[in-house]
């Protein structure tokens, strides 16, 4: 009996609005901007932003690397050295020992393996 009392329930969502539901008359639709903006100013057309924009690198096409496209365009040596800087590495390996990586001990790997169910025996 209680069963069939349950289902006859209605949900009751558990959040409550206030008031009933409007849609504003007038929303105004201009640029505006963003209150984080370090500028505090719109820029003057799409076209000019797109000229001071980066993402992953320069997004205007106007550059020394623009006559041949930015891939294939020019030979891999003549865009210049690839060798890290002074205090720079591409590789975890090429750190002094003491930021290499440790090896994995076998019990280290048994503990992942199982999932830690090994270390409580």
């Known amino acids: 009996m209680n069963a069939t ?3 006859l329930q209605t949900r009751q969502p558990m959040i409550r609005f206030l008031g009933k539901r409007t849609v504003p008359s ?3 639709h201009t640029p505006q901007v963003h209150p984080a903006s370090p500028t505090h100013s719109l820029p003057e057309s799409f076209a000019s932003y797109r000229q ?5 690198g320069p997004l205007n096409q106007t ?3 623009s006559a041949g496209g930015w891939i294939g365009g020019k030979s891999g040596a003549s865009l210049g050295p ?7 590495h591409f590789d ?3 750190l002094p020992q ?3 990586r440790l090896a994995w001990t076998q019990a280290e790997i048994e503990a992942v393996e ?4 090994s270390l409580h025996t």
């Open 5 to 7: 009392k349950q289902l």
């Open 26 to 28: 007038k929303v105004d």
């Open 52 to 56: 001071k924009a980066q993402q992953h």
């Open 63 to 65: 550059n020394q690397y």
């Open 82 to 88: 690839v060798e890290a800087g002074n205090g720079m």
């Open 92 to 94: 975890r390996s090429e």
């Open 98 to 100: 003491r930021f290499q």
């Open 114 to 117: 199982s999932g830690g169910a």
